[in-house]
């Protein structure tokens, strides 16, 4: 956003508003948008990768030793699962890699 403010020359002590900014630049995507579409790009090809290399090995992984006590951390997977719900994509839409990246983001409608 700062990039944006200042191409437009629009100080933050002008209290205009982020999404005010986005209407004149002509963005329609936030920043959270654009790392949800990155987050199901890099899942989508791990999930198509041979299950012999290291990245889809790693991430099948699950540790043996015991937690430590407090909260659990949060996984990756559980964001992975939440952009999957934000874009409307189910568990297995990943095998059609076409619609994965038009739904996912990395492509944009023309």
Same mark, same amino acid.
């Given at each position: 956003?700062?990039?944006?403010?200042?191409?437009?020359?629009?100080?933050?002590?002008?209290?205009?508003?982020?999404? $005010?900014? @986005?209407?004149?630049?002509?963005? +329609?995507?936030?920043?959270?948008? =654009?790392?949800?579409? *990155?987050? #199901?790009?890099?899942?989508?090809?791990?999930?198509?990768?041979?299950?012999?290399?290291?990245?889809?090995?790693?991430?099948?992984?699950?540790?043996?030793?015991?937690?430590? $006590?407090? @909260?659990?951390?949060?996984?990756? +997977?559980?964001?992975?699962?939440? =952009?999957?719900?934000? *874009?409307? #994509?189910?568990?297995?839409?990943?095998?059609?890699?076409?619609?994965?990246?038009?739904?996912?983001?990395?492509?944009?409608?023309?």
């Amino acid at each position: 956003m700062d990039f944006w403010r200042r191409s437009c020359r629009i100080s933050r002590l002008e209290h205009i508003s982020n999404q $005010r900014i @986005r209407e004149i630049i002509g963005e +329609k995507e936030t920043i959270l948008d =654009a790392i949800d579409g *990155k987050i #199901l790009n890099w899942y989508g090809h791990l999930q198509r990768m041979d299950d012999n290399r290291w990245p889809k090995s790693i991430h099948s992984w699950t540790p043996s030793e015991r937690r430590k $006590r407090g @909260r659990p951390p949060r996984r990756w +997977k559980q964001g992975v699962v939440e =952009a999957m719900n934000s *874009k409307g #994509l189910q568990k297995e839409d990943w095998t059609e890699r076409n619609l994965w990246k038009l739904r996912s983001g990395r492509r944009r409608k023309s």
